[in-house]
């Protein structure tokens, strides 16, 4: 501090805000307000700084501390560049101008960068920033080709119905790196991918989409649709617990209709046997009069699912799939008019050409529009679902068992939705497949 020195002065105290920029809008500074007070107390007769902007950019804070200075009589504030004399008229001068040109330049820079953040969102162009994103290169352009098949797969498994989670524990398994400097993934870091609109070539701001990107999609819209349909549908049914049991779900009861529930019992033997089973009971609702024990039946319709894949019937199910084309094409042309329906509204209110009430009344209309088109997305998902794996069913049935739980419960859903089983004839402990009454969903 020499600055001090050689004046003969003594150092009262320092003042340092730590990462509190001096032109940080509403932050508090801590440090500057202890300033303030000690020249209001009277204990500093001089304030030194290393330029007047560290000091603040702020105008109003500038004129808070002139005047404590005044009131005080500290007429010196020292920096590295200049001697500002409060004591005469042209020093003030200097001090306010200086605060005024520090006020803005902050104020231009800020303006600068969202005109760049604007321009690159009408052009399409991504944001700088350090992270890149998965799926692409640095540039944020090129697609990073073993990363984009990824994402692909990833986005194929979860719109078949498999949870995040059990899509989380395939990529750590599988060693895939993470996105931007995460340690591991997480549903929240798959999520995000997931809904982005990058991925589907899409350029966001603010989590709105903006239009077309300059960079080359991964997936297409229409996945992203059916991505967002299955989110949607997941939120509304509440959080999935996870499989428990192949078939959790899928199995009627044939005597009274309701659902069967996966439970284990001990046999005599002490072994623990799994079973399908109709529970009575408030929380059930079920007759309570029929069992099947699991691993015979788990087995049998699953064969019977993966071989019901590459039948000719399913092909032909299939083939009324064009129709559905269609009404995919313009539900997303539906959702997208709606969503920009809201967005121009929100400007136009924002800009004055419209009132409160007719942005109010203009918004439900949208909003019902967008929500039917997300309701035929969703229905038609299932079918999307099914074509994916239509003619797969060997192949599937050569992976199965490296299959999560999660990925074969799901799989099997897709063809098979629900399965009534009859009730047994007493005294035959075997499986018996007629008692097996499948429903394809093709
Ligand atoms: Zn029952």
Known sequence: MRLVSDRGWVVFDTYVDNDVSAFTGGRARPEFARLLADIEAGRIGAVVVYH??????????????????????????????????????????VARITAAVAANESARKRARILRKIEQNVAAGKPNGGANRPFGYEDDKVTVRESEAAIIRTVADRFVQGESLRSL???????????????????????????????????????GVVAGEAVWEPIISREQRERILAVFASR??????????????????????????????????????????????????????????????????????????????????????????????????????????????????????????????????????????????????????????????????????DTYSLDRQHAIIRAILPSATIAAGSPGRGNFDPERVQPHWAA
Not at 70 to 92: H, K, W, Y
Not at 192 to 198: D, E, I, K, P, T
């Open 52 to 93: 007047q902007d560290r000091l603040t950019r702020r105008p109003g804070e500038f004129e808070q501390f002139v005047e404590a200075c005044q009131r005080n009589g500290v007429d010196q504030l020292v920096t590295v560049t200049s001697d500002i004399s409060f004591g005469n008229d042209n020093g003030m001068l």
């Open 168 to 206: 989380v524990a395939w990529l750590q398994a599988e060693g895939v790196p993470t996105p931007g400097r995460a340690e591991a993934w997480r549903t929240t870091s798959l999520r995000n991918v997931l809904v982005s609109g990058r991925i589907a070539g899409l350029r966001e701001h603010r």
């Open 235 to 400: 939120k509304r049914s509440g959080r999935r617990t996870p499989q428990r049991y192949l078939l959790s779900g899928l199995l009627r009861c044939g005597k009274c209709g309701g659902r069967l529930f996966s439970a284990a019992r001990q046999t005599p033997q002490g072994k623990v046997e799994r079973r399908y089973v109709c529970q009575s009971g408030p929380d059930h609702g079920g007759c309570g009069k029929l069992t099947i024990s699991a691993v015979p039946v788990e087995t049998w319709l699953t064969e019977a699912a993966l071989y019901r894949l590459d039948t000719p019937e399913v092909t032909a199910a299939l083939e009324g799939k064009h129709e559905a084309d269609a009404r995919h094409a313009d539900a997303v042309a539906m959702l997208d008019a709606a969503q920009r329906r809201l967005t121009d509204v929100a400007e136009m209110f924002a800009a004055g050409d419209i009132s409160k009430a007719e942005y109010l009344a203009a918004r439900p209309v949208a909003e019902a529009k967008a929500a039917e088109a997300a309701r035929v997305l969703e229905s038609l998902a299932t079918k999307d679902t099914l074509g994916s794996l239509v003619g797969n069913g060997t192949i599937i049935r050569e992976r199965w």
